[in-house]
């Protein structure tokens, strides 16, 4: 059926070429702009949750690993028709091929254009852009590190350093060097595992800034010249570089006259680091903040962010909907230009997972769920399971996305204390007590942590 709605003029077919809460949460927008929303499946997740939430969805392999493979997602839209592809958030966001490949089938891409990906996802080009933005950048080696003895030199000099991939974002992880044994090791296997996720094998050293905290700004660019920050969020409560729980706006930012100055300052930071990227869509400018409050550059991540849903919720924007009206060449909404964020969210992932066996992924077949009663402008609840589902242990164990809004940040967080409470998805076990110890604590209360701050609540 054509679409007959507010996405009609721009879109009448968009393949969601992503699974889980994210499909199906993209999935609800193009639907309520009145297009039609196709998902992709493979034959390990053919009843997820995702796949009834799209109107209908196309097979693209046998297993997960198909959700990566560019080709079996072109052949997917090309099935179906779409004129559109959203790519959610993650490594299909920052893929300059499936962008290359998708505009190349004259079907639009919802996200910067591939040479916009080459250009952020490179993170030494990116460290570039924010200093012509006047933006500070953490001290590291100038370029791709070719040389272990110069590495030497460097670990000297700096202290303790991360070895990082120098193509951003697609999952590859850095690692924190402390001592010259240890250097050489870890610049082999950071190279070798961008090396055979991305083809890129450069990497680069970076100072390690003790326990940080980690802000994200939230930026739209349009095809005009128009570029806008519209919201701050703190991603702070990390375990094993995985984020638990996301908060807007940033505590690290409010209650003093020199924490609002510097949010001030990332927000002008953050478009200007964008325009100078030439990035248009959606992007999130990352930084960290040291132990005396000073700011640094971070990276660029294109597309959704994870967390974007706090976003949303402060400032009453659906940030899909600005996305697919960016893609079709029109400019941002005038009402997400004159939108001004309020009140406080707070986001936590439920997990299955073993708590007593510090956190490893819970496997089973759901037989009960019981969610509380969402309200509308005040929680959300992004299912991915339901009854029936099977996880195994190689699944995305994240059962839901858990999102409260109230007036203040306390009042928010003691919403979502009673919404884990509530929560089930028997017979598995989750973190949802693990979560509910982060709320309580005093220093979380008092919006006093940062990235070492789990790893602390873990130790005995």
């Not at 995985?242 to 949010?263: K, Q, V």
């Not at 409050?293 to 990276?299: N, P, S």
């Not at 299955?352 to 956190?359: I, K, P, T, V, Y």
């Not at 967080?413 to 598995?428: Q, T, Y």
Request: proline letters at 5%; charged letters at 25%.
């Amino acid at each position: 059926m054509p679409a007959s709605g507010k996405l009609a003029s721009m879109f009448q077919k968009v393949l969601i070429v992503n699974r889980g809460e994210v499909a199906s949460r993209i999935a609800r927008t193009v639907k309520r702009l009145g297009a039609e929303a196709i998902g992709v499946f493979s034959d390990a997740d053919s009843d997820a949750m995702h796949c009834q939430d799209c109107d209908h969805a196309v097979r693209v392999g046998e297993t997960t690993a198909a959700y990566g493979d560019v080709k079996a997602l072109l052949e997917a839209a090309d099935s179906c028709g779409a004129d559109a592809i959203h790519p959610g958030y993650g490594s299909l966001a920052e893929n300059a091929e499936l962008a290359r490949a998708t505009l190349a089938a004259g079907i639009t891409f919802v996200g910067p254009n591939p040479d916009a990906l080459l250009r952020v996802t490179d993170r030494l080009e990116a460290r570039h852009f924010a200093l012509n933005a006047g933006m500070r950048v953490i001290e590291g080696s100038p370029g791709a590190v070719t040389d272990v003895s110069e590495a030497v030199n460097l670990l000297y000099e700096l202290g303790a350093v991360l070895v990082k991939p120098v193509r951003g974002g697609l999952g590859i992880e850095s690692e924190l060097v402390e001592t010259e044994e240890e250097l050489a090791t870890a610049l082999r296997r950071v190279s070798q595992s961008a090396l055979s996720t991305c083809g890129d094998g450069r990497v680069y050293m970076e100072r390690a800034i003790a326990r940080p905290r980690q802000i994200e700004i939230q930026v739209l660019a349009d095809e005009h010249g128009e570029v806008l920050a519209i919201g701050d969020r703190e991603c702070s409560i990390q375990r094993d570089r995985t984020r638990l729980l996301d908060e807007s706006p940033a505590p690290a930012l409010y209650g003093t006259e020199r924490s609002e100055r510097t949010r001030d300052a990332l927000w002008d930071a953050a478009t200007n680091i964008v325009r100078e990227a030439a990035c248009t869509n959606s992007v999130n400018v990352e930084f960290l903040l040291d132990e005396h409050g000073d700011a640094y550059f971070l990276e660029l991540r294109p597309g959704l962010s994870v967390a974007h849903g706090v976003t949303e919720i402060c400032s009453n924007i659906d940030l899909v909907e600005a996305q697919l009206v960016i893609a079709s060449g029109e400019p941002i909404p005038a009402d997400v230009q004159r939108a001004i964020p309020s009140g406080h969210a707070i986001e936590v992932r439920l997990r299955a997972e073993q708590a007593n066996r510090n956190g490893p992924p819970a496997t089973g077949t759901v037989t009960e769920v019981r969610w509380p009663n969402a309200s509308p402008g005040r929680m959300r609840i992004e299912p991915c399971v339901q009854v029936g589902t099977e996880l195994a242990s190689d699944d995305d164990n994240v059962l839901a996305k858990l999102i409260t809004y109230a007036p203040t940040r306390y009042a928010a967080l003691l919403m979502l204390d009673r919404v884990l409470a509530e929560c089930s998805v028997a017979p598995l076990p989750t973190n949802a007590v693990f979560l509910r110890r982060i709320l309580g604590h005093e220093s979380f209360r008092a919006g006093q942590y940062d990235l070492g701050f789990v790893d602390q609540l873990r130790r005995p």
